[in-house]
């Protein structure tokens, strides 16, 4: 399935776009690497990425208008990337439509510290996801220096999907992010292969789903 699902292409709402035109750009270029359908995913961090959903639909309506206006053939869906804390009920913030799962599924994409493990272990936050009916889907697992491969075939055992990036895989974030996504790929511990893109990052989908596309799933998340 040609599906990007993380993504920071609408604008004033996190770090990923600051111009429309930089968001255009970025959906012009997800057609030119043939992906047919975009979750945008902005972050939701407490006290820094925090916008209501309401000024986020606002400005999805933005990319939506212009894909109309220039036909362009993608479908776009709404999502978040949720930084994970025990300080704050995630839960009850989804439950009350707060913040978003992907594409209304029972999925949720969750990021963590890159440099400290979090306060709970991951297989007692992948729990409590569960018994609230959800599926934990681990952002771009290659970047947490606290996860070992052990823990995260653990994780994948518990039910968790595992993503990571397009530019990990080819190379772009450095050698040692490199060798780490590509072994836990041919691990067959990855489901999703994603842009994660931003505007001041590039978008190298396509090469890595080219190479690497036949090891996961990448399944079609909702309609």
Known sequence: MNIDIHSHIIPFVDDGSSKLEDSFAMLEEEVRQ?????????????????KPKEKIDENF?????????????????????IHYTNRV???????????????????????????????????EILYRFSIHGYKVILAHVERYKWLK???????????????????????KDGLKLAL?????????LVDYIASDVHSFRENTLRKALDKYGSLVKNEDIGD
Do not use: M, W
């Open 34 to 50: 043939g992906i047919t359908k975009v979750i945008c995913t902005p972050h939701y961090t407490r006290g820094v990425y925090d």
């Open 61 to 81: 309506k933005l990319l939506l208008d212009y894909i109309k206006e220039k036909n362009l053939p993608l479908e776009l869906r709404l999502g978040r990337e």
């Open 89 to 123: 009920d995630l839960i009850k913030l989804i439950e009350s439509e707060s913040i978003r799962t992907l594409n209304k599924t029972n999925l949720v994409l969750l990021e963590f510290s890159y440099d400290h493990a979090p306060e709970d272990t991951l297989n």
């Open 149 to 171: 491969i052990d823990e995260l075939k653990i994780a994948k055992k518990t039910g968790a999907l595992v993503q990571v990036n397009a530019n990990a895989l080819n190379g």
């Open 180 to 188: 780490l996504s590509r072994k836990i790929v041919k691990l067959g």
